[in-house]
């Protein structure tokens, strides 16, 4: 009975010890959870970690750059370190030509921190799940861009759902009416971004306020990011925006439909004046009575 008993409290107090533990690993292991996914959700957009400079810097080993306290005031509000004159920051708008980092909604001094001891913990690794898109150089082939168009026009699904380009953006060459209109034209997307590696990591997490919470749930897969880049650098390729096309379309379009319900209503009131009017002369000449 005792070795039963004894058994017993061994178990009990393993099982304690491993929820003891359990309770002080967990809260560390969600808040690096936590941290992974806003950076994912807002910051590889325009940064990698050892992967190179996008838009904004590679953060690796960022805090050997600067102080973290000068870093959190810095993701708390960059728009303000700047207005002040900083030096640091006066270079980071310069070498990426003149794009101010934008504030990030939520962004508090814990995430901050947060986002910092992620950094830190992955500047560590070989290799960085925020290391980048790793895009060749090699010229797409002509499948791959017109699988691009497909993807962008809605003739090919996106795999997890996501809407198509189309339905907020144009592009040259698209006939029709050329697209939505919501968003920017696309077709010099390429260029303004830099080339492929800044367009797939904008592509791979959207980070505006209509495409953020959509691609959130809805992820671009990475075979299908490289199929757009292919298209829209293939845009680019072929010259300007070609807005005027879509826009005379529309407005021819409009024009002729308005002049057909005009010729519409005019016919159906005039047959209506000339039957009113027909009625009133054969009263006047008493045939109305006769027929």
């Known amino acids: 009975m005792r070795s039963q008993g004894a058994g017993w409290f061994t178990r009990i107090t393993q099982g304690m010890g491993i929820a003891a533990l359990l309770w002080c690993v967990t809260p560390a292991t969600v808040q690096a959870q936590e941290a992974a996914d806003f950076f994912r959700q807002n910051c590889v957009s325009c940064h990698t970690i050892g992967g190179g400079r996008l838009t904004g810097p590679d953060l690796k080993n960022v805090e050997g750059q600067q102080d973290r306290e000068w870093l959190v005031r810095f993701m708390m509000n960059p728009q303000a370190v700047v207005n002040q004159g900083d030096p640091y920051a006066q270079k980071l708008v310069e070498e990426a030509r003149g794009v101010v980092m934008p504030q990030i909604v939520g962004m508090t001094r814990e995430r901050a921190e947060s986002l910092l001891d992620l950094i830190a ?34 003739e090919q699904r996106l795999a997890n759902g996501g809407p198509p380009c189309i339905s907020c953006h144009t592009a040259k060459h698209l006939g029709g009416l050329s697209g939505g209109r919501l968003g920017p034209d696309l077709s010099r997307v ?16 959207p980070a505006t306020a209509v495409m953020a919470p959509i ?32 826009g005379l379309t529309f407005l021819l379009i409009g024009l002729g439909g308005s002049g057909l319900a005009l010729v519409a209503f005019d016919l159906a009131w005039r047959r209506r004046f000339r039957s009113a009017r027909k009625e009133l002369v054969l009263k006047s000449t008493g045939r109305g009575e006769e027929l």
């Open 121 to 154: 913990a992955e500047s560590k690794l070989e290799s960085s799940q925020f290391g980048g898109t790793a895009i060749s150089d090699a010229p797409f082939t002509p499948e791959e861009i017109s699988q691009g168009r497909r993807l962008f026009l809605g």
């Open 190 to 205: 390429y260029e303004r971004l830099e080339g492929r590696k800044n367009l797939a990591a904008w592509l791979g997490a």
């Open 215 to 246: 691609f959130k749930k809805h992820s671009i897969k990475q075979e299908e990011v490289l199929a757009l880049v292919a298209y829209l650098e293939d845009q680019t390729a072929k010259g300007g925006e070609d807005m005027s096309v879509g």
